[in-house]
């Protein structure tokens, strides 16, 4: 299956993807610092693949008054008189971690006292601990960061927020110089300056003082102020020209971008997603090949995987005793890492390139790692998936509420994934097979796309095409025994047709029967339309506890997740 373009992409250590609408950060392994002043000690961390970052006191460098021992002391690695220094948490794949300390100008500090101080810190420990495991998580939890399509009003607004705005020049606010204040400031110099033994002669002096050299000091202050008003005005112009000029390229910009996502031509497509993946920058090395094939509105994606044994083996555990643990994974969890992963990325990449055009309503993706052959004893390409998405369904997909392996499974797709999550090898869909989907899509039935399928391949199960509809739990806080339920749970929403104050009220349970709240009253007719008023409904959801701070009072929130069939 040979397509025309490919792309190989390096690993890198930020992702940027600001056409399709939103900005990530990756970093290619997670590093972390702690930074140590004469405040005290902070712990910077960035949230992986998020971009954020944030800045943390974890202990005061101050020596405590009394004296006592703390475990938080055993960071106190400087005087408040000493430089700030950083140091740095380098995490590999392998499990193995690098930690370095540098002062303030980028040089290596080696004081073994201070390094002793700072690697037997709890919070070190932990931190560590999180950069081990993130070096898993950032890639397992690739999907969450999946990018919902744009539609021609998204567009339409930004378009509209890009529209040249009428740009001002600033005022001058220096105040004119004033010949009464100058007269004034003379003749407070004149007093002091002028102080003859003969006083008799000290009041002509001084005014003659003031006579020489105001006319002569108000002029070249008016000269100063008239220049600087006019350099002012000057640059105020050349600011009114390049912000103007600046606003109306962006807004021409918009609208290029707008008829192109609108249009969709091939070239158009194409220029876009090679522009796109050359400053995409992830952390793993792989390949893609695509073609656009705009009769069918169709994008073809061939996705080089990453190899499962490059994936991380490690987990890290800070025990009881504040020693840092790193074991193996066991099978299951290694393998279940590894399908979470790659079948993420099969969202995180649709996403991505559904934004390049409206016009792309499907995306083909057939994701391929290198085995060794039992034949040939060569290696080869070896597929694993091959899934069909979309653009409308995608687009109603709640990309965190996901498991990425079975919300692969409910797409139209090729797959052997194993109970233990192993992905065994398949024959990718043809662009025939493809064709097929698409053009059977308007009146597609379960039973269609297995026949269709089956077809094509007689190795798929039956097909289901779904997404999930989130909503709130309202009345939360009004029920009993809410805090034995924080976290995610299974349920079920039973209708109340008795219901004295509402009788369309649909109540929602847990799975052990404990009432937890209801759908909102304004979200009902909606979701009654969505499962057709076929309850009861199983969903799942998450239960969460804060505090108001103004009160200290304890709140619950909570969301559930229905997972609703699209065809």
């Not at 890198?12 to 993807?17: D, F, K, Q, R, V």
């Not at 999930?468 to 739990?473: A, G, M, Q, V």
Request: contains cysteine; proline residues 4%; aromatic residues 10%.
């Amino acid at each position: 299956m040979a397509f025309r373009k490919r792309k190989k992409i390096a690993k890198g250590l930020h992702l940027n993807l600001s056409g399709s609408g939103i900005g990530l950060g990756f970093r290619l392994l997670p590093g972390l610092s702690f930074s140590l002043n004469n405040s005290g000690v902070y712990c910077n961390t960035s949230i992986p693949g998020s971009g954020f970052y944030s800045r943390n006191k974890i202990s005061n460098t101050r020596p405590r008054q009394n004296n006592v021992p703390s475990r938080s002391s055993s960071c106190q690695a400087v005087e408040p008189s000493a430089t700030e220094v950083e140091i740095h948490i380098h995490a590999e794949n392998d499990g193995t971690y690098t930690t370095r300390i540098y002062d303030s100008e980028g040089n290596e500090n080696t004081d073994p006292l201070l390094k002793m101080r700072v690697l037997s810190n709890p919070k070190y420990k932990e931190t560590v601990v999180r950069a081990i495991n993130d070096c898993t998580n950032e890639l397992v939890d690739m999907y969450k960061l999946t990018a919902k399509p744009l539609t021609e009003a998204d567009m339409k607004k930004k378009v509209e927020e890009a529209k040249p705005k009428k740009v001002r020049k600033k005022a001058y606010l220096v105040e004119k110089p004033s010949y009464e204040a100058l007269k004034a400031k003379l003749e407070s110099e004149a007093q002091e300056k002028i102080n003859s033994i003969f006083f008799w002669t000290n009041k002509s002096k001084r005014e003659k003082y003031v006579q020489e050299r105001l006319d002569i000091q108000y002029k070249s202050l008016i000269d100063e102020w008239e220049k600087n008003k006019r350099k002012h005005n000057e640059q105020q112009i050349e600011y009114v020209e390049e912000e103007t000029s600046r606003m109306q390229k962006e807004y021409e910009d918009a609208n290029l971008a707008l008829q192109g996502f609108t249009t969709g031509d091939e070239i158009y497509v194409n220029e876009s997603i090679e522009q796109l993946l050359a400053c995409l920058k992830v952390p793993f090395e792989f390949a893609i090949n695509f073609e656009y094939l705009q009769e069918y509105k169709l994008l073809r994606i061939q996705l080089d995987l990453p190899e499962i044994e490059d994936f991380p083996k490690k987990k890290a555990k800070l025990l009881a005793t504040e020693e840092i643990s790193i074991k193996d994974k066991g099978k299951a969890e290694y393998l279940n890492d590894y399908a979470k992963s790659v079948t993420g990325m099969a969202f995180f990449f649709a996403g991505m390139f559904f934004n390049v055009s409206l016009r792309i309503e499907y995306i083909e993706i057939s994701a391929y790692t290198q085995r060794i052959s039992k034949v040939s004893g060569n290696e080869e390409d070896c597929y694993i998936y091959s899934v069909l998405f979309n653009r409308y369904s995608f687009s109603h997909i709640n990309y965190q509420a996901i498991d990425p392996i079975e919300a692969l499974k409910a797409q139209p797709n090729k797959s052997k994934i194993l109970k233990s999550n192993e992905l065994k090898e398949i024959t990718p869909f043809t662009e025939e097979e493809i064709v097929k989907l698409i053009k059977k899509s308007d009146n597609l039935s379960i039973a269609d796309t297995n026949v269709i399928v089956d077809d094509c391949q007689k190795e798929t199960k039956m097909l289901h095409n779904t997404y999930y509809e989130d909503f709130s739990i309202a009345g939360i806080n009004f029920r009993h025994g809410i805090d034995k339920y924080i976290g995610d749970f299974e349920g079920r929403l039973i209708p109340e047709p008795d219901n004295e104050y509402d009788p369309n009220a649909i109540r929602i349970e847990h799975s052990d029967g404990h009432h937890l709240g209801y759908i909102s009253s304004n979200q009902t007719e909606y979701l009654r339309g969505l499962v057709k008023n076929m309850f009861p409904v199983s969903c799942t959801g998450h239960i969460s506890e804060n505090v108001k701070s103004e009160e200290n009072r304890k709140y619950y929130q909570g969301v559930i997740y229905v997972e609703i069939p699209t065809i």
